[in-house]
């Protein structure tokens, strides 16, 4: 480890980075306290090490730091995070400190935020089925332990809303209540506010750890605090033994945070002025859900991606898609038009949702009943958007049929509200809905799936 | 000599000096950990280092020392069955190593230094043996024979040959002049393996998946390019192919993808079964895994480990299938690299060569004849799957792919949103060996594949138009033929070319099924042409128990395969039976 190395004064300082020489032996991502006398100490990372010059990288707002004044301290240590069960209940800052006029946590534990990867023969599969309580969800994406799945919406959409009844929902197979590390990342006051008012109601808060960086707070502290919360959350998941769900909002803040950085050191910009290594960078945040062979816990991520201009090509919904194992994406329209939540299944995936479902799972034939409802759903979209042309009179009846269908699916079976259903409740809902149509519309239903179906209600 | 000393570091590179004899594509150590680096730009005697590993913690001043050598892969018994990481290493022993997360600057070689193989000699002492002659044979796996060759560059007279248990470092053989030869050789995984020559393919590359082997099919040795936005099924696909395609060896690359699909492969694949060698599927296959959250550089480079193994077993005389998922993430971190380089950007801040390299990777496939004797063939096929951003097929790594790859599978986003899966676009797609490989289809598996395949292309190309009319017409003003023609279409669509990868009976299409299930279909459309020509209305025609029917034979067990086939054929023929009768056969 190396030894604390002082600097009285800066070489230079643009934007929120700190030019600071010479650094014979700095070290790659080091934690740096600035002081300038009069004003609060402030904190960095180093970000680029040489020996002639080294970047530090300010998590703070740099207004009114005077280089030439700063005292810098080149630490000697890593970025760290205080972790342990003792943070539940707590609301902490985006870097790990109080903010809610508690004293600082003690912790079990300290941990470097960047985390090593998981080695891949040491992932296991995740299959255990998460009983969100939402049918659009439950039924037809089905959401498992240890999967990233994030929440597409656009500006105005209820995502935050979703992932707040995703959470209070939530119960896995054995129905073990879930840990909740929420980290806010440039959200409002009033987000904040959603939030912590739906968990003191629903009594979640005291199994949950709150990490806020919020608007007014400093940008750069943004690119920390998923670290900071994800550190917490491996502790708990693969330390402790539990269970957690992760909710990140919103990684497009983090990403402009991103942004931000790599225009201030003047690299080439990608995509949309986005760095090119986005994608890497955010990988480095996903790829830390998962579960841990022989160890108990999980580690399940819900991040909420605001597409710009509900644009799901714009580069951060577009690598987020890359990287996560599905999306919910929310539909404008379908909230125009009154249906919450407004999940529209057809772009939607949970691809690990095969190995969440059937017989010992959810329930068998789950599989077919979810194809059979898309497939229905998604020729009434079709004959939807035909009828607009031709009329509903000119429809083929079965087309008619598929049309009465969406409707129905879209008002009944997503739009159920902030009502908390169970999976039978929601394969009940979807047989309903199925037999208002003829036998041979169901093409996807097979023979063994359909006599089992009315074997059980018969 | 003076140590070579970091002395800038940013991101995954790292500038050092003195070091004036450094090689490009040189590996040394960097750091007191020793992480794995690769020289990429020499000025005077500072050299800029890509780093293969974690960067952070590491510190100016720290040391670095050059190997002498650059990366390299050891190649030889053992690999089957084994997952690696991007340079080579097994992730196993570096969980043995390390524990559950892996920690930077570990070292441990590819194959088990301490496992013994029983080596049997095909040459004699006094023998003389030049590259690529095969020495002799171990058992790697029950059943399957690896052949030990003469590493590339070496030839000599056999001074004396053992048979007997060897480590891969213990020699088993010497040439004259002192050089020992033993089990597994280093090659240097950037450089293609030498053959003898290219032989052009007239064989097909048999997927399992019928939109492909149908309409679309591969050639032994060729290469095809699977561009798909996110959600398309690009995975599934690759994932499809290794279980089920028609190979004697599967190098499954995951360059920069996620972590549980690989845990899936892993607790999948020991526990399925390879129908053609009755071996468990993990015996044919080679994982080479770089997940999209480990180090950058390392994924440039796991492409290359991959086809160098697949490119050794290829000279064994096997034939090789190579998934590359994706190509895209490859491009990225050479994107990434030249970008902390300060190079000059070209299309969509890619570099300039990024063409270049793309196209020396994909010829590095090919149906060959390998060095040496006795005379083998091996091929090397290609599948690589591109993540297109926003699922635009206009961006340069799609496009540069377009330009060497013999096939293209599209995959695209509204299939997928119907579950059209394999979500394989029919209109965008092509095969440039279909019509090479029609004589193969023609003698192994129906002398009317190639017309039958041309009807059905025919069909779907006039969906396509008949659609647009019906979008501005309505269906229901469509005259009858044309009403058949969209009946028949969407049969064609749901029972030969989607699939799914989750029913055990359906997920793998051995041609024989494909053929009939086409056969079917094609009857069904002229059966039922003929039969409005005879007079029948649309309404009167039984399409739905056509079809049904059809779906039955694409559903069955490979037991019930033909009882179900003639229930369809059946189906079928009922279509042409007379108009007064046809109306009263489903209520």
Redesign the interface.
């Given at each position: 480890m190396?030894l604390p190395r002082r600097y009285r004064g800066a070489h230079a300082a643009a934007g929120p980075l700190l030019y600071v020489r010479p650094?014979?032996?700095?070290?790659?991502?080091?934690w740096v306290t600035i002081r300038v006398p009069g004003q609060p100490d402030r904190r960095g990372q180093v970000i680029?090490?040489?020996?002639?010059v080294?970047v530090v990288q300010v998590l703070e707002d740099t207004l009114g730091l005077a280089p030439a004044t700063a005292d810098v301290t080149l630490t000697g240590e890593?970025a760290t995070a205080v972790v342990g069960r003792e943070l539940l209940g707590r609301v902490l800052t985006g870097v790990g400190q109080p903010a809610d006029g508690l004293p600082p946590p003690v912790g079990e534990a300290v941990r470097p935020i960047?985390?090593?990867?998981?080695?891949?023969?040491?992932?296991?599969?995740?299959r255990d089925f998460i009983e969100t309580g939402v049918s659009a969800i439950d039924g037809m994406n089905t959401l498992v332990r240890?999967?990233k799945l994030p929440v597409f919406s656009g500006p105005g959409l209820p995502g935050l809303e979703l992932a707040a009844q995703i959470v209070e929902g939530a119960r896995a197979p054995r129905g073990e209540a879930f840990a909740v590390v929420f980290v806010g990342i440039g959200i409002t006051a009033r987000e904040t506010d959603m939030f912590l008012e739906r968990f003191e109601r629903s009594g979640a808060r005291e199994r949950s750890v709150l990490y806020l960086n919020e608007t007014r707070d400093p940008t750069i502290e943004r690119l920390l605090a998923p670290r900071v919360a994800l550190a917490q959350a491996e502790f708990l998941a693969?330390e402790a033994g539990m269970h957690v769900l992760v909710v990140i909002a919103d990684v497009t803040h983090y990403c402009e945070a991103l942004r931000e950085i790599a225009t201030a050191r003047e690299?080439?910009?990608?995509?949309r002025g986005y760095?090119?290594?986005l994608?890497?960078d955010l990988?480095?945040i996903?790829?830390?859900?998962?579960i841990?062979?022989d160890?108990s816990g999980s580690l399940t991520q819900i991040p909420i991606v605001t597409m710009p201009d509900d644009d799901i090509?714009?580069?951060i919904p577009?690598?987020t898609?890359?990287?996560t194992?599905?999306?919910l994406v929310l539909s404008r329209d379908l909230h125009r038009r009154g249906v919450y939540p407004p999940i529209d299944v057809?772009?939607s995936?949970s691809?690990?949702m095969?190995?969440g479902i059937g017989a010992d799972r959810t329930r068998a034939g789950h599989?077919e009943w979810a194809?059979q409802l898309?497939?229905t759903y998604?020729r009434g979209r079709e004959a939807r958007l035909?009828a607009t042309?031709?009329?509903v009179a000119?429809?083929?009846e079965a087309?008619r049929r598929a049309l009465d269908f969406a409707e129905r699916f879209e008002r009944e079976l997503v739009g159920q509200g902030e009502t908390r259903r169970d999976i039978d409740e929601t394969f009940a809902m979807g047989w309903r809905l199925l037999d208002a149509l003829p036998r041979?519309d169901l093409?996807r239903i097979?023979e063994a799936v359909w006599a089992a179906r009315h074997q059980e209600t018969s | 000599m003076t140590v070579a000393r970091i002395e800038r570091l940013s991101g995954a590179l790292a500038e050092a000096r003195p070091l004036r004899e450094v090689a490009l594509y040189e590996l040394v150590r960097v750091g007191a950990r020793g992480l794995l680096g690769e020289v990429i730009r020499v000025d005077g005697d500072r050299a800029v280092i890509q780093v293969y590993e974690d960067t952070m913690g590491l510190c100016v001043g720290e040391a670095v020392s050059p190997t002498g050598a650059p990366l390299e892969v050891m190649l030889g018994p053992g690999l089957l069955g084994s997952v690696v990481d991007g340079v080579g290493r097994p992730l196993q022993r570096l969980a043995d190593a390390t524990g559950d997360f892996i920690r930077p600057g570990t070292a441990v070689d590819t194959l088990d230094p301490d496992r013994k193989w029983a080596f049997t000699p095909l040459v004699a002492s006094g023998q003389r043996v030049s590259a690529g002659d095969v020495l002799g044979t171990v058992e790697e796996r029950p059943g399957f024979v690896h052949r030990i060759l003469v590493p590339p560059g070496t030839d000599g007279a056999v001074e004396r040959i053992r048979r007997g248990e060897f480590r891969v470092t213990e020699a088993m053989a010497r040439l004259a002049g002192g050089r020992d030869l033993f089990l597994s050789h280093r090659w240097s995984v950037r450089n293609p393996r030498p053959i003898a020559r290219r032989l052009s393919s007239r064989r097909p590359f048999l997927t399992g998946q019928r939109v492909c082997d149908f309409l679309f099919p591969a050639a032994e040795g060729g290469a095809v390019a699977v561009p798909g936005g996110f959600g398309t099924g690009k995975t599934v696909i690759e994932q499809s192919l290794a279980r089920h395609a028609a190979a004697d060896v599967v190098v499954y690359v995951g360059c920069g993808e996620r972590g549980n699909e690989m845990a899936e492969v892993l607790e999948e694949f020991p526990r399925l079964t390879d129908p053609r060698s009755g071996r468990s599927l993990m015996d044919r296959t080679v994982l080479v895994v770089n997940t999209s959250n480990m180090p950058v550089v390392a994924r440039e480079a796991s492409v290359y480990v991959g086809i160098a193994i697949a490119e050794y077993y290829r000279d064994q005389g096997y034939r090789v299938a190579l998934m590359a998922d994706s190509l895209s993430r490859w491009a990225e971190a050479l994107r990434e690299i030249a970008a902390r380089l300060q190079e000059m950007p070209g299309e969509e801040g890619y570099p300039t060569y990024l063409g270049n390299r793309l196209g020396k990777f994909y010829e590095r496939a090919g149906l060959v004849r390998a060095l040496g004797e006795p005379s083998r063939e091996g091929a090397v096929t290609l599948i690589s799957a591109i993540s297109p951003p926003g699922g635009d097929f206009s961006e340069p790594v799609t496009q540069a792919s377009l330009r060497v790859a013999g096939a293209l599978w599209a995959l695209d986003p509204a299939l997928a949103h119907q579950r059209q899966f394999p979500a394989v676009d029919w209109e965008v797609s092509y095969s440039l060996e279909a019509g090479a490989l029609t004589p193969w289809f023609a003698e192994h598996v129906g002398p009317d594949w190639a017309a039958c395949r041309s009807r059905t292309l025919e069909l779907l190309q006039r969906e396509r138009e008949l659609r647009e009319i019906a979008g501005l017409v309505g269906p229901e003003a469509l005259q009858d033929g044309d009403r058949l023609l969209l009946e028949a279409a969407r049969i064609v669509r749901e029972t030969v070319l989607a699939q799914s990868a989750y029913d055990p009976n359906d997920a793998n299409s051995p041609p024989d099924k494909t053929y009939r299930l086409a056969r079917l279909a094609d009857a069904l459309r002229s059966t039922a042409l003929a039969a409005l020509d005879a007079g029948a209305t649309f309404e009167s025609l039984n399409l739905a128990a056509a079809g049904a029917a059809l779906a039955a034979v694409r559903r069955a067990a490979a037991t019930d395969l033909d009882a179900r086939t003639a229930e369809a054929e059946a189906a079928v023929a009922a279509l042409a039976v007379p108009p007064g009768q046809a109306g009263q056969v489903t209520p």
């Open positions: 190396l650094t014979p032996n700095a070290a790659l991502g080091e680029d090490a040489g020996a002639d080294s890593a960047w985390a090593a990867p998981l080695n891949a023969v040491r992932r296991e599969r995740p240890g999967q693969f690299e080439i910009p990608g995509r760095p090119g290594y994608y890497t990988a480095g996903f790829e830390r859900a998962g841990v062979r160890r090509t714009h580069p577009d690598l898609g890359y990287i194992e599905g999306q057809l772009p995936l691809r690990l095969g190995a599989r194809d898309y497939a998604a035909m042309i031709v009329g000119s429809l083929p087309d041979e093409t097979p | -």
